[in-house]
């Protein structure tokens, strides 16, 4: 086996197995990370949320068409 890249990789999809993770994380909601000196900042979900939807609430053409 060669360090370079194939052309092409087959998968053998029969093998795989559901993300045992999934279902940790709420319907609909996102993971993202934050850069480190971010995260010392925003240390849980709830204060990024809370200043993603304030800043949010100051734009004016999304604030528009929120119901």
């Given at each position: 086996m060669s360090d370079?890249?194939?052309?092409?990789?087959e998968f053998d999809y029969q093998q795989?197995?559901?993300?045992?993770?999934?279902?940790q994380f709420p319907a609909?909601?996102?993971l993202v990370y934050l850069d480190p000196d971010v995260?010392?900042?925003f240390s849980d979900a709830e204060?990024?949320?809370r200043v993603?939807?304030?800043l949010l609430a100051t734009m004016p053409t999304l604030n528009s068409n929120r119901s």
């Open positions: 370079e890249l194939r052309d092409e990789y795989a197995r559901p993300n045992r993770f999934a279902e609909g909601g996102r995260a010392t900042v204060s990024v949320n993603l939807k304030a």
